[in-house]
Structure formats: C-alpha cells, structure tokens
C-alpha cells in the first residue's frame, strides 16, 4: 500500500546506542565461550572450505584440455603435410576447438570454485584471529562490528539476532 494510506512499518526503531549496546551485550556472551565455538567452527570450516577435491577435478580437467590442444596441434600438422580434403580438415578442426573450449570453460569454472572458496577460508580465518583475540569489550568497536557482524536482524524491540560472519547466531534481549 502506499504511503499515505496510514500504515506504517511494525519493525520497531532502535537508536544507535540501542544497536551498541545489543552488540557490546551478544559479543560478550560470544565470548564467554569463544573457544568452544571456534572449534567447532573450526571443524566445519574446514570440511567447507577443503579444496582438495576440487584441485584433483581440476587436474584431470586440465589434463583433457591438454590432450584436446594436442589433437587441435596434430590436426593443424597433419592439414599442412597431408593430402585430406578442407572440408574433412574444417570438420575435425572444429571438432577438436570445441572439445579444447569445452575442457578449458570448464578449468576456468573449477578454478573460479577453488578461488571462491579458498577466499572464504581466509575471510571465515580472519573473523576467527579477530575472535581470538578480542577479551570482553566494554564499549562499542567498529572495527569489531566489521569484522564480526554479518547481519542484525530486529524481531521485536525485545528480540534481536545478531548473525556473525561465521554463520553464528545469538539472539539478545534488551
């Protein structure tokens, strides 16, 4: 409906010193049990996050791409020393380009898979250093909402979810 039509948003308005102190507050009860909660992460991450896989897919995909240039170079060779008609030339030439275009889209995708989540490794890595070292906070830290807060979602203006960039939720009361 539109904006004269007297509704208005039901999500409750919290002031700027309302979302630091539910951040001072669930950080603070984050941290209480820091440790536990980075080693399961920890465990996780690691299973998320494992490339190993992906490096050994990646590995025959290059191999494939390796083998169709080869043909492609063979096929090329043989045009130029043998007596086989252009259009049967054309026709395994392009046979082979679409075999090494194939292999080499999908070597470019798997890479960009192991770069997507190695990438999530080191920011997951970051937020854990961040949580390792940070001891209960007495005020508002930006730098720590940077570093920690993916999102904050506001139910009531009783209850709040601050979701870490881990994936950790805690849900906080005011």
């Known amino acids: 409906k539109g904006?004269?039509?007297?509704?208005?948003?039901?999500?409750?308005?919290?002031?700027?010193?309302?979302?630091?102190?539910?951040?001072?507050?669930?950080?603070?009860?984050?941290?209480?049990?820091?440790?536990e909660i980075l080693?399961?992460?920890?465990?996780a991450?690691?299973?998320?996050?494992?490339?190993?896989?992906?490096?050994?897919?990646?590995?025959?995909?290059?191999?494939?791409?390796?083998?169709?240039?080869?043909?492609?170079?063979?096929c090329i060779d043989e045009n130029a020393h043998a007596e086989i008609s252009q259009e049967d030339y054309e026709t395994k030439y392009a046979e082979l380009a679409a075999r090494y275009e194939a292999a080499k889209?999908?070597?470019?995708?798997?890479?960009?898979?192991?770069?997507?989540r190695k990438l999530r490794a080191n920011r997951i890595e970051?937020?854990?250093?961040?949580?390792?070292?940070?001891?209960?906070?007495?005020?508002?830290d930006e730098g720590l909402w940077n570093a920690t807060v993916d999102t904050m979602t506001v139910y009531s203006k009783k209850k709040i979810v601050l979701r870490l960039k881990d994936g950790t939720e805690i849900e906080w009361h005011i």
Request: proline content about 1%; glycine content about 4%; aromatic content about 6%.
């Open 39 to 43: 080693d399961s992460c920890r465990t």
């Open 105 to 116: 889209d999908k070597c470019e995708s798997m890479n960009g898979k192991i770069l997507r």
């Open 3 to 35: 904006a004269g039509d007297g509704l208005r948003c039901k999500t409750p308005h919290l002031t700027d010193d309302e979302v630091k102190a539910v951040f001072v507050g669930a950080m603070n009860a984050a941290l209480t049990n820091k440790q």
């Open 45 to 74: 991450v690691e299973f998320f996050t494992d490339t190993s896989q992906l490096e050994s897919d990646l590995s025959k995909l290059e191999a494939e791409r390796d083998v169709a240039t080869e043909l492609l170079r063979k």
């Open 126 to 140: 970051a937020f854990f250093k961040t949580m390792e070292t940070s001891d209960i906070i007495t005020e508002f």
